[in-house]
Antibody
Framework: EVQLVESGGGLVQPGGSLRLSCAASGFSFSNSWMNWVRQTPGKGLEWVANIDQDGSGKNYVDSVKGRFTISRDNVKNSVYLQMNSLRVEDTAVYYC?????????WGRGTLVTVSS | IVLTQSPDSLAVSLGERATINCKSSQSLLSSANNNDYFAWYQQKPGQPPKLLISWASTRESGVPDRFSGSGSGTEFTLTISSLQAEDAAVYYCQQYYSGPITFGHGTRLEIK
């Protein structure tokens, strides 16, 4: 079955860290760009970061640059999002999504809540 | 690039036509290949977004043909020709012409 499954979300205090994981199956993960997209009730959908097939190319939205790091492991068919210096405004459901720009495969998301 | 959707919400009767618009702050048409770097997604409660249309008018495999995308440059439209109950959802537009990838704020479609 073609699927993406996120994990690692939870409640964290402002300034804290969290590492999200996304496990892929059923498609050629090592040939696919991967993305993280987040969704909040107030701001809607926001693309966060992406990574190319071998992990050498990475891009980030300005609001997370220097705080978040995307990485991948093509042996484990997984993509990760290390989130440091978390802020209240980072609270969202975080989805991983496959492909370069057109996201035709999404996970079900993991909720990150940043609150004291 | 800012995408502005209209309306914010609409209610349409079953079997009627629904039209959602998305306006871009700059052209999404590439002069290199004459393609618009634009997509539409559907999201139902508790589910992730689902890709409906890419390249402004190319329907994804399995998407009913009552869904169609049109437009070019800065103005785009998603049309549902004959609304079904299962089409109640929030619809988002997306541009992938230049980074960062951005989405519209969404249009909530309800059944009247």
């Amino acid at each position: 079955e073609v699927q993406l499954v996120e994990s690692g979300g939870g409640l964290v205090q402002p300034g804290g860290s969290l590492r999200l994981s996304c496990a892929a199956s059923g498609f050629s993960f090592s040939n696919s760009w991967m993305n993280w997209v987040r969704q909040t009730p107030g701001k809607g959908l926001e693309w966060v970061a992406n990574i190319d097939q071998d992990g050498s190319g990475k891009n980030y939205v300005d609001s997370v640059k220097g705080r978040f790091t995307i990485s991948r492991d093509n042996v484990k068919n997984s993509v990760y999002l290390q989130m440091n210096s978390l802020r209240v405004e980072d609270t969202a459901v975080y989805y991983c999504a496959a492909r370069t720009w057109i996201f035709d495969l999404w996970g079900r998301g993991t909720l990150v809540t940043v609150s004291s | 690039i800012v995408l502005t959707q209209s309306p914010d919400s609409l209610a349409v009767s079953l079997g009627e036509r629904a039209t959602i618009n998305c306006k871009s702050s700059q052209s999404l048409l590439s002069s290199a290949n004459n393609n618009d770097y634009f997509a539409w997604y559907q999201q139902k409660p508790g589910q992730p977004p689902k890709l409906l249309i890419s390249w402004a008018s190319t329907r994804e495999s399995g998407v009913p043909d009552r869904f169609s995308g049109s437009g070019s440059g800065t103005e785009f439209t998603l049309t549902i020709s004959s609304l079904q109950a299962e089409d109640a959802a929030v619809y988002y537009c997306q541009q992938y012409y230049s980074g960062p990838i951005t989405f519209g704020h969404g249009t909530r479609l309800e059944i009247k």
